[in-house]
C-alpha cells in the first residue's frame, strides 16, 4: 500500500490544457456579442475565474467543460449587454464596435479569427438587436449551436430562442447588410486613399455611393464630427476638408479592419485614427471612422 506525498489540492490540473484551449474559442463568441474586444476579455476571464472558484470535485462532475465555459461566457455577454445599452445611452456622440487590426502572436486580438461575422458592417447589425436576440442568432447561426442549447443558455424555451434568431435575420434583411464581400473592396479603398490624398472630390463622389453615410466615435476623448454625414457629395467634401487640414506628420496607411481592407491615421509613429469601409459593387456605401483611444489599444505601427 502507498500514501500520496503531495495534497490533493497540489496536484496538476490534467484538464489545464484542455480548459485553457478554449480561450480562442470564448474570445471569438464574447467578441461577437459585445462588440468590443475590452468587454469581451473581461467575459472570457471572469468565465475562468468561476471555473477555478469551483472544487477539483466539482469540475469532474461537468461531463462537457468547453461547453460549460460556452455556457457561462454567453450568459455573462448576455447580462454585460443588457447594461451596456443603458451606458451608449449616456455615450458621447455615435458608439461604433471596437475595430480590431490582424492580430500578433503577442496580441491578445489574435485570439478573434478575422471573417465575415467579426466586419463592422455586420456588428452595426447586430446593435440593432436585443440582447436576447443577438445572443440566440450569433450562437445558433453563426457558432451553430442547436436550439436546445441555446434555450439554456437564453433562459427561453427552444421555440422561443427560434422566434429570437428568426427576428435576427429580419434585422439582418432590413438592415441592407449584404453577406456577399464586394468583388474589389480593396481596390476601390486603394482609390479612394488616392483620390484623398489628391483632395480630388470628383474622384471621391465617384467612389461614393450617392446614399453613403459616414459615422465616427470619439467617445468623448477626441475631436471628430458629432453627428453622421449622409450623402456621397456631402462625405467628399468632408473629406477634402479633412485632407486640407491634415497635420504634415500625418500619413495615411492601409491595413486590414475587422478582416476587410481599410485605412488609419498614422501622427508621429501612432494610430489615430481608423477608417472601416462597407463596399458594395464599386462603390462605397458606409464609412466608420473610429478616434476613440480606448477603443485603438491593440492598434500597432509596423
Not at 36 to 61: C, H, I, K, P
Not at 275 to 283: N, W
Amino acid at each position: 500500500m502507498t500514501t500520496r506525498s503531495e495534497p490533493e489540492q497540489s496536484r496538476p490540473d490534467p484538464s489545464l490544457d484542455a480548459i485553457m484551449s478554449e480561450r480562442r474559442h470564448l474570445t471569438n463568441l464574447a467578441y461577437r456579442l459585445l462588440g468590443s474586444l475590452a468587454e469581451a476579455e473581461d467575459a472570457v476571464q471572469e468565465t475562468y475565474t468561476r471555473w477555478y472558484a469551483m472544487s477539483r470535485q466539482q469540475q469532474d462532475a461537468i461531463r462537457s467543460p468547453g461547453a460549460w465555459l460556452t455556457t457561462v461566457a454567453s450568459r455573462i455577454c448576455l447580462n454585460v449587454l443588457g447594461s451596456a445599452r443603458a451606458r451608449r445611452e449616456t455615450y458621447v456622440g455615435e458608439w461604433i464596435p471596437e475595430p480590431l487590426p490582424d492580430g500578433t502572436a503577442a496580441d491578445p486580438a489574435d485570439r478573434v479569427t478575422l471573417d465575415e461575422s467579426v466586419s463592422l458592417a455586420f456588428l452595426i447589425v447586430l446593435e440593432s438587436m436585443t440582447p436576447a436576440e443577438r445572443v440566440a442568432f450569433i450562437l445558433h447561426d453563426v457558432f451553430c449551436h442547436s436550439f436546445n442549447e441555446v434555450a439554456e443558455i437564453v433562459g427561453r424555451s427552444p421555440a422561443a430562442c427560434r422566434q429570437l434568431a428568426s427576428s435576427a435575420r429580419r434585422r439582418v434583411r432590413a438592415s441592407r447588410y449584404s453577406a456577399t464581400p464586394a468583388t474589389r473592396p480593396a481596390g476601390v479603398v486603394r482609390d479612394f486613399k488616392r483620390a484623398w490624398e489628391a483632395q480630388d472630390i470628383e474622384a471621391l463622389i465617384g467612389l461614393l455611393d450617392p446614399d453613403a453615410t459616414a459615422t465616427a466615435d470619439g467617445g468623448g476623448l477626441a475631436v471628430t464630427f458629432p453627428h453622421p454625414i449622409e450623402g456621397g457629395e456631402r462625405i467628399a467634401r468632408a473629406w477634402v476638408d479633412l485632407a486640407r487640414r491634415r497635420p504634415d506628420d500625418m500619413a495615411f496607411l492601409e491595413r486590414t479592419v475587422n478582416g476587410q481592407p481599410g485605412l488609419v491615421a498614422q501622427q508621429d509613429g501612432v494610430i489615430v485614427t481608423v477608417f472601416a469601409f462597407e463596399v458594395a459593387g464599386d462603390r462605397i456605401k458606409h464609412i466608420w471612422v473610429v478616434r476613440n483611444p480606448n477603443k485603438l489599444r491593440h492598434w500597432t505601427t509596423d
